[in-house]
């Protein structure tokens, strides 16, 4: 039971130092008009609409199934 939070709070710090690495420069990552922040972190990344449409589409495929009963 004591375990779940330290999990999860140690995945969750490990995402939020990968996403500041990845954002790039904050001004810019701002300007951009994509509503979904995880897919311009993806194609900041990436450099490629190919492969962040398909990183999205992956994460949203795992989304579905997971929320699904």
Known sequence: MLWTPILK???GLDRII???FCIGDIDEFMAFQISF???QIL???SESIKAAICM???IMAMQL???SK
């Open 9 to 11: 709070g140690s995945t």
């Open 18 to 20: 990968t996403y500041a």
């Open 37 to 39: 922040a995880l897919a």
């Open 43 to 45: 194609l900041n990344s």
């Open 56 to 58: 999205t589409a992956m």
């Open 65 to 67: 199934c997971t929320a």
